[in-house]
């Protein structure tokens, strides 16, 4: 089904990945209707269609399914209950299975490796024995997390030699979530891989990107990474077999450790456009909201061609107050989330840093 400018696409979720997919809809045409449950939504700026409260307020659902004419979703922790009633009502792309999966990191790595594609080393955690059991098996170089409702490095917990075993499994479970242990990689990148899957089944994929993090918060990303093709092309060949493999339609962006064997192992995967692909905005001819945007709306996927090298530096908490200012012998882009509220570790903005051709001034 292909839906046609005039018409109204849904968007649940309402933070800068909702907000920057606006931009793009509204560019192609369409209308969109926002779904988010918090009033500081950088999102409610960009359209006035808007439905606020819980995503798992029925009479809300029901409204926002009568306003649209496809759903997407921009973020991971959402109700899978809302999702699957939704999609039945009405055609969501991509379909509440990708979600499902992504979800929970255990089913996730377990439907990675049922491709024959290589995960972090894992171990579900049910009990202190396991959690034992497992950290002398990974010794003791290990990273415990809650396999779900985590992110940016939330409900994480670095395992060492001096780590207080029996005290760190308490605080784990505060979470109420199941548990997953990884073995620690001994990374020499991180690098990530943004695709899009039209509805007629064809697949694009920009190149492969370098991530940088701090404390599990992703900070720079550097594109295209500076590797050899054939990694580049390894990652391409997993990313085709992962959207295949969940007959997705929409961006899908994986992350993956490169070990110095040149060995890729995924870390995770996202059913929706990523902070490591910020940068297409302002280095590629079509980005990655616009990718997402014909996907949903069941128009062809178009080209990932990038015509300039670029890093892109997230605005982290106070970072912010200097987007204004920032100024440097580069071409500097900045994207302004407009959050009312700046908190630590809050994603408030990004910059895009386009080098300009050597000898060249501003
Ligand atoms: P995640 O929430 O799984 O994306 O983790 C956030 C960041 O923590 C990653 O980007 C890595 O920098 C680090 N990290 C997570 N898992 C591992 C692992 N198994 N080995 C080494 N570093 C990791």
Redesign the pocket.
């Known amino acids: 089904m292909i839906i046609k400018p005039g018409q109204t696409i849904g968007i649940i979720g309402g933070g800068q990945l909702a907000r920057m997919m606006c931009f793009e809809a509204y560019k192609l045409g369409y209308k969109v209707c926002v779904f988010a449950n918090n009033d500081d939504s950088p999102a409610f700026d960009v359209t006035d269609n808007k439905i606020m409260g819980d995503y798992g307020d029925q009479k809300l659902i029901d409204k926002f399914i009568d306003s649209v004419s496809v759903v997407t979703f921009e973020f991971e922790n959402l109700p899978y209950e809302t999702l699957t009633y939704i999609e039945k009502k009405i055609l969501m792309r991509p379909t509440s299975r990708s979600l499902y999966i992504s979800q929970d990191?255990i089913r996730e790595k377990s439907f990675i490796n049922k491709l024959g594609v290589n995960t972090?080393d894992y171990q579900q955690i049910n009990n202190l024995s396991d959690f034992n059991r497992g950290v002398e098996e990974f010794n003791y170089s290990?990273?415990l997390?809650t396999a779900r409702l985590?992110?940016?490095?939330k409900g994480?917990f670095n395992i060492n030699e001096k780590s207080n075993i029996a005290e760190i499994y308490h605080q784990a479970l505060e979470h109420n979530v199941p548990l997953v242990l990884?073995?620690?990689?001994?990374?020499v990148k991180?690098i990530s891989i943004i695709s899009a899957r039209d509805s007629n089944g064809n697949i694009v994929c920009y190149d492969a990107v370098e991530?940088i993090?701090k404390d599990?918060?992703?900070r720079k990303t550097i594109a295209p990474a500076n590797i050899e093709e054939h990694i580049k092309n390894k990652a391409k060949t997993i990313a085709k077999k992962i959207v295949e493999g969940l007959d997705y339609i929409g961006i899908l962006a994986i992350?993956f450790?490169l070990d110095k064997d040149d060995n890729l192992l995924v870390?995770?995967f996202a059913p929706r456009p990523h902070n490591s692909g910020h940068y297409t905005i302002d280095a590629c001819y079509h980005n990655q909201f616009e990718q997402a945007i014909r996907a949903v709306a069941g128009l062809p996927v178009m080209s990932t061609k990038q015509h300039s090298k670029a890093e892109m530096i997230n605005l982290i908490g106070d970072d912010i107050l200097q987007a204004e200012t920032l100024s440097d012998n580069s071409l500097i882009k900045i994207h302004n989330y407009n959050k009312k509220q700046i908190k630590t570790n809050r994603k408030m903005g990004h910059y895009t840093k386009i080098p300009l051709p050597e000898g060249e001034v501003r």
């Open positions: 990191r972090t290990a990273l997390k985590g992110y940016d490095g994480q990884e073995k620690k990689v001994d990374f991180e991530n993090h599990g918060i992703l992350e450790f870390n995770e």
